[in-house]
């Protein structure tokens, strides 16, 4: 995935994967990504950004990167006052766990050092949106992990996070900087990685994995962006997701209040896959927007995920239901 395609991906569809406004009406080309290896893994008042990662785009769309290194922790506060300049040129910040981790960290860090917080800026964190995409398919969505199923990229020997902290206080006692390579050359890679992804989001209906075309549609529809929507569960079955592909239709056009093309997907759904929530949905669909009891009833008989108190109560309705009917036109309901 080339990774100067991140300064040309749609801000909007950004925002909308992101579920932040702010993301949708901020520039990718003035994005600032940032990453930090710690001296602890926890957080807390003693941990300190020994290594700071970044990356932004020129104006020629090139992307560059920086890192800064505290030799020392007394060089703390100048590392501090450069990150400031940074972000103060930046639109939109772009992290991966940075909401959790990174962006309270340096705060902290500057409230320390008796410093302002850093500049407010709209923040894309790729982990939530990676979670919302590829969790099904990949379970935890470890950036590398991304590299290498989502990106196609492999980096080869990397260093565990549990090895950083103990590098960076070996090199405090001795000065060898040897042992800081790997971790420094992880850094880079984390944060060219971000902008990679931020290429791939932002036009990702060619290029996703059909499994995570239908977290995308989830996604999208959550965004209430619903022709969006309607074209990632397209893609997804055209590419052999499966009946998944079709049940993803019919939540969408539930949400966007199409009950007829609702009621279609969720039936070829319920054609393939023995799913008690899509026969709920079909329950109610018949009841509710075809007045057909009869229906409805047949898909309660078969099973459906509700509870036995509520599933007793709809089925004593639609039999009233069926029973008015008969009384009042001599026949059953269609």
Same mark, same amino acid.
């Given at each position: 995935?080339?990774? /100067?395609?991140?300064?040309?991906?749609?801000?909007? +569809?950004?925002?909308?994967?992101?579920? /932040?406004?702010?993301?949708?009406?901020?520039?990718?080309?003035?994005?600032?990504?940032?990453?930090?290896?710690?001296?602890? &893994?926890?957080?807390? %008042?003693?941990?300190?950004?020994? &290594?700071?990662?970044?990356?932004?785009?020129?104006?020629?769309?090139?992307?560059?990167?920086?890192? !800064?290194? &505290?030799?020392?922790?007394?060089? #703390?506060?100048?590392?501090?006052?450069?990150?400031?300049?940074?972000?103060?040129?930046?639109?939109?910040?772009?992290?991966?766990?940075?909401?959790?981790?990174?962006?309270?960290?340096?705060?902290?860090?500057?409230?320390?050092?008796?410093?302002?917080?850093?500049? /407010?800026?709209?923040?894309?964190?790729? +982990?939530?949106?990676?979670?919302?995409?590829?969790?099904?398919?990949?379970?935890?969505?470890?950036?590398?992990?991304?590299?290498?199923?989502?990106?196609? !990229?492999?980096?080869?020997?990397?260093?565990?996070?549990?090895?950083?902290?103990?590098?960076?206080?070996?090199?405090?006692?001795?000065?060898? /900087?040897?042992?800081?390579?790997?971790?420094?050359?992880?850094?880079?890679?984390?944060?060219?990685?971000?902008?990679?992804?931020?290429?791939?989001?932002?036009?990702?209906?060619?290029?996703?994995?059909?499994?995570? +075309?239908?977290?995308?549609?989830?996604?999208?529809?959550?965004?209430?962006?619903?022709?969006?929507?309607?074209?990632?569960?397209?893609?997804?079955?055209?590419?052999?997701?499966?009946?998944?592909?079709?049940?993803?239709?019919? @939540?969408?056009?539930?949400?966007?209040?199409?009950?007829?093309?609702?009621? &279609?997907? !969720?039936?070829? !759904?319920?054609? @393939?896959?023995?799913?008690?929530?899509?026969?709920?949905?079909?329950?109610?669909?018949?009841?509710?927007?075809?007045?057909?009891?009869?229906?409805? +009833?047949?898909?309660?008989?078969?099973?459906?995920? #509700?509870?036995?108190?509520?599933?007793?109560?709809?089925?004593?309705?639609?039999?009233?239901?069926?029973?008015?009917?008969?009384?009042?036109?001599?026949?059953?309901? %269609?």
């Amino acid at each position: 995935m080339p990774v /100067d395609a991140a300064a040309s991906s749609r801000a909007e +569809l950004l925002g909308l994967l992101a579920l /932040d406004p702010r993301v949708s009406a901020s520039d990718p080309r003035r994005a600032l990504y940032f990453d930090t290896e710690t001296t602890g &893994l926890g957080g807390g %008042a003693g941990v300190l950004a020994f &290594l700071v990662g970044l990356a932004w785009f020129d104006d020629e769309l090139q992307l560059h990167a920086e890192q !800064f290194l &505290l030799r020392s922790p007394g060089e #703390e506060l100048p590392l501090l006052e450069a990150l400031t300049e940074r972000v103060e040129r930046a639109d939109l910040l772009v992290s991966y766990n940075g909401k959790a981790f990174d962006l309270p960290l340096l705060n902290g860090r500057m409230v320390m050092n008796r410093r302002p917080k850093l500049p /407010d800026r709209a923040h894309l964190d790729l +982990l939530h949106v990676a979670r919302r995409l590829h969790k099904t398919r990949l379970g935890a969505c470890r950036l590398i992990s991304l590299e290498s199923e989502v990106l196609g !990229f492999v980096r080869g020997p990397d260093i565990a996070g549990i090895d950083i902290a103990p590098r960076y206080a070996h090199f405090l006692r001795t000065g060898d /900087d040897s042992v800081l390579e790997q971790v420094i050359e992880h850094n880079a890679w984390d944060v060219v990685s971000m902008a990679a992804l931020v290429a791939l989001y932002g036009e990702p209906f060619e290029l996703l994995h059909e499994r995570d +075309l239908l977290g995308l549609a989830h996604t999208l529809k959550r965004a209430r962006a619903f022709d969006e929507a309607e074209r990632a569960a397209s893609a997804a079955l055209e590419r052999g997701a499966g009946p998944d592909a079709r049940k993803a239709h019919g @939540e969408i056009a539930k949400a966007r209040g199409d009950r007829a093309q609702a009621l &279609l997907h !969720f039936e070829a !759904f319920a054609a @393939e896959v023995d799913d008690p929530a899509i026969r709920l949905e079909l329950a109610k669909l018949y009841e509710h927007h075809l007045r057909a009891p009869i229906s409805a +009833l047949g898909w309660v008989d078969q099973g459906t995920s #509700e509870a036995s108190e509520k599933a007793d109560r709809r089925r004593t309705r639609l039999e009233r239901k069926i029973s008015r009917a008969v009384k009042k036109n001599g026949k059953p309901p %269609a």
